[in-house]
C-alpha cells in the first residue's frame, strides 16, 4: 500500500536528519531503534480488520467461503478448535499458524488448515490468490473468520475483543431460525457500541427458515379435517 510506504519512508528520512543532528552515540542507536520499532508498528496496523462475529454454525464461514469461491474455512467446526481466520492476498498461496505474536507453522497447501492442531487463542492467515481479496487488502481491509461468540470459552471472547483496537466494524450473523436475538448478542452488541465502533447485523439462513416454516404450515394444512 503505498500510504504505508510514505510513513515508513517519512519514519527513515526522520531518522536520518536526528542522527545528523545528535550524533551521540548512545542517541544514534536509541534512534535507530525506535525507527525500526515505529516501522514495523505502521508495517502492522496497515490494516483495518472486519471481524465475522456471531453464534456457531450462523454461516459466518459459509458465507465467506462463498466470498472466495471455493470451500477454504473450516465449517461446523468444535468450539475447541475454533480460532479466528483472517484472509489475505498473495499468489502463493499458504497457511500462518500465529501463537503469542510468532509465526508456529506454516504449510503451503490450504487443505492443511483443517489438520492444524489449535488453541481458541490462536490465529490462522489464510493467504489466497483472489482477485476479490486482493482489492480489499489494497483498500487497507482484511475479513476476519471470529469464533463464536456463544462458545463460553474466555479466549474467544478476548480475541474478539482484541480486534476492537485493530477495526472499525463488526458484522454480526443471527441465524434466522433463532427467532430472534439472544441476550448473549444484545449484551456483545451493547459491548461493541461502548467503544463507538459500528455493527453491522447480517440475518443468515433466513430462505431456508421461511421454506421450512411453509413446510410446517402445508403439512399442518393438509392435516386439517375437510368440511
Request: no cysteine.
Amino acid at each position: 500500500m503505498k500510504i504505508v510506504l510514505d510513513f515508513k519512508s517519512q519514519v527513515e528520512k526522520a531518522a536520518a536528519v536526528a542522527k545528523e543532528k545528535l550524533p551521540v552515540p548512545g542517541s544514534v542507536a536509541k534512534i535507530g531503534q525506535d525507527a525500526a520499532s515505529l516501522a514495523k508498528r505502521i508495517s502492522e496496523d496497515k490494516y483495518v480488520k472486519i471481524p465475522f462475529v456471531g453464534d456457531f454454525n450462523s454461516g459466518k464461514s459459509s458465507l465467506l467461503n462463498s466470498f472466495l469461491g471455493r470451500d477454504i474455512l473450516p465449517t461446523n467446526i468444535l468450539p475447541e478448535t475454533a480460532v479466528a481466520y483472517e484472509i489475505y492476498f498473495s499468489e502463493n498461496e499458504r497457511l500462518e499458524l500465529v501463537a503469542d505474536g510468532n509465526v508456529k507453522k506454516t504449510s503451503s497447501s490450504l487443505d492443511d488448515i483443517k489438520t492444524f492442531s489449535v488453541i481458541p487463542s490462536d490465529i490462522v492467515r489464510v493467504y489466497v490468490n483472489n482477485a476479490d481479496v486482493k482489492s480489499l487488502n489494497d483498500k487497507g481491509v482484511v475479513l476476519v473468520d471470529m469464533p463464536g461468540i456463544d462458545s463460553g470459552i474466555e479466549a474467544h471472547n478476548n480475541a474478539i475483543l482484541n480486534y476492537i483496537k485493530e477495526g472499525t466494524v463488526f458484522m454480526l450473523f443471527n441465524d434466522a431460525e433463532n427467532g430472534t436475538l439472544r441476550s448473549s448478542t444484545v449484551s456483545f452488541i451493547n459491548e461493541i457500541k461502548q467503544y463507538g465502533l459500528s455493527v453491522h447485523l447480517f440475518v443468515s439462513k433466513a430462505i431456508r427458515s421461511l421454506l421450512t416454516r411453509l413446510r410446517k404450515s402445508r403439512r399442518s394444512l393438509s392435516r386439517r379435517p375437510r368440511l
